[in-house]
């Protein structure tokens, strides 16, 4: 027997944290105006007032200060949970955690832990101003020591942020914010897929579309446009960035020949780079043509009108397709 429910991913990550909270008091959230405020996409909201004020704490406006805090609490046995207001406010706190935070375990050979959530927003499509619609994400799966995932749907919203609580090394939790209001249908009870597997969401026969976080939304667009001109695209959704599950991702190439992968994130050194690389290095022989990749530019992310032509959009996608059906 299954309980399910619809609802945005805001309220299934909200929901996910509330689970965690009950099933251990030593989680702990931290970060500016998650309190009362419940923060500035109300993820948290509720949940000091059912908790309390000493385990969801509002912070000072220091974010190498919320990092270098948590790094203390997760010594000391707490399993603390960071949210950053937004993607590019990360920047003040990228030292604590790619110098501390991602080496810690290592540096003392496995026997210190270190079960850190660090909660981000991240990608575009809300028109908002610099330093609010970027993807860092590329940063992150650079460091070793850290894992990286992003859900893209409600469902995997509400448990992947409870695995990436239990894990004992540091997550960054990457939200695609313009999928937090999108309702979808969440399983209370029963959980599809652990935390770092990639999945087909779409089957297809003529090309793998792959992408992750807000992309899959936009690649499933392109896959049924696709179809009405005849062409059959499988679409994966990465969910997990480091590590990468290539099972999925080879499987289907093998079978369609051809793949694309999107992103918000610039193209040059990015997880795209890395992924096409890496397919093309062990399906080499089922490829009928290049991987091919479509980003965002190698440029800052635009003011918010000019947002359209910076991000990946079901056109540029298909437009990659065409030339991969035309090898």
């Given at each position: ?7 945005p ?12 909270m ?93 079960p ?69 249908e969440?399983?209370l ?37 696709a ?40 193209g ?9 690389a ?50």
């Amino acid at each position: 027997m299954t309980d399910t429910t619809t609802m945005p991913m805001s309220k299934a990550l909200n929901a996910g944290l509330r689970a965690a909270m009950q099933r251990d008091d030593h989680v702990l959230l931290m970060g500016e105006d998650i309190g009362p405020l419940g923060g500035v996409f109300r993820i948290t909201e509720g949940l000091q007032a059912e908790f309390g004020d000493r385990r969801v704490i509002d912070t000072p406006l220091a974010e190498s200060g919320i990092i270098g805090t948590a790094i203390g609490l997760a010594m000391g046995g707490f399993r603390p949970v960071c949210e950053i207001q937004f993607d590019g406010f990360v920047y003040p706190g990228f030292d604590q955690i790619t110098s501390q935070l991602a080496k810690i375990t290592n540096r003392h050979e496995g026997a210190m832990r270190m079960p850190v959530v660090i909660r981000i927003p991240y990608g575009g499509h809300i028109g908002a101003i610099e330093h609010h619609q970027e993807s860092p994400e590329a940063y992150f799966t650079h460091t070793p020591g850290l894992r990286v995932v992003s859900p893209s749907t409600p469902n995997d919203a509400y448990w992947m942020i409870q695995d990436a609580i239990l894990s004992d090394d540091p997550v960054i939790f990457l939200e695609p914010k313009s999928r937090y209001w999108p309702k979808g249908e969440v399983d209370l009870t029963s959980q599809a897929l652990p935390l770092h597997a990639s999945r087909v969401v779409r089957r297809g026969t003529d090309v793998t579309l792959v992408g992750h976080g807000a992309m899959v939304a936009t690649l499933l667009q392109a896959a049924a446009l696709a179809e009405s001109e005849g062409v059959s695209a499988e679409v994966v959704d990465l969910r997990s960035l480091s590590p990468v599950d290539y099972g999925p991702i080879l499987e289907s190439v093998r079978r369609t020949g051809r793949m694309v992968y999107a992103q918000e994130a610039p193209g040059f050194t990015s997880l795209g780079s890395e992924i096409a690389a890496t397919v093309a290095e062990q399906a080499f022989y089922a490829l009928e043509a290049p991987v091919l990749r479509v980003s965002g530019f190698d440029a800052p992310f635009p003011p918010a009108k000019l947002e359209g032509t910076y991000l990946p959009d079901p056109d540029r996608i298909l437009e990659a397709v065409d030339r991969a059906l035309a090898y």
